[in-house]
């Protein structure tokens, strides 16, 4: 592997969760009186730890989100998660060779441990995350596009930033990556090539990362 480390992303990266995150996100803020599409959640916050939700809202309008926000809303997606949430399409391959290749991995998410874990346990990827591999924003002061998660991941996991490579889906967290000083590769399923501006390389399918994980640079 061309790399000591790789930190993945997890929603729409290890779990196929933006989809149903961003639809319930939508629908919340629009019964709040913030009309939002789903096209508009996908854009604004896709990515986003739960501050920079309440950051943006009251930067547009200067109205303060209701102190239970946090909790309705992942209450809604964690009951939305035990009906419909699935693994990443082609996401366990990339696991299974990595572990048989003894290359470290880790996950390192805007989401809160409790949101990784909830997902992780209800798609079966909790066999391949013990406590040790999974970071969270919770973990840091600042969210991404902050690069201090995946620094924190890497000292953590005891990897120089430049043997470090990421895996995205989503600007904020090309931005974090790039921030950090590490190779970052984005994965365009969900989000537009154009809008992972700074990648180190795009691809489109899960089973196209390994070859990029290994191939030298262009």
Known sequence: MRYDLVIFDNDGVLVDSEPISNRLLAAHLTELGHPTTYEDSIRDYMGSAMHRIHDLVYERTGQRLPDDFDDVFHARVFAAFTRELKPVTGVVDVLEKLSADGVPYCVASSGSHERIRVGHRTTGLDRWFGDARIFSSQDVGRGKPAPDLFLYAA??????????????????????????????????????????????????????LTDLLVRPRS
């Not at 996991?157 to 590769?185: F, I, Y």
């Open 155 to 208: 000292e953590r996991m005891g990897t120089a930033p430049e043997r470090c490579v990421v895996v995205e889906d989503s600007p904020l967290g090309v931005q974090a990556a790039v921030a950090a000083g590490m190779d970052v590769h984005g994965f365009t399923a969900m989000t537009p090539a154009d809008r992972l501006i700074g990648a180190t390389q795009l691809f489109a399918h899960m089973d196209a």
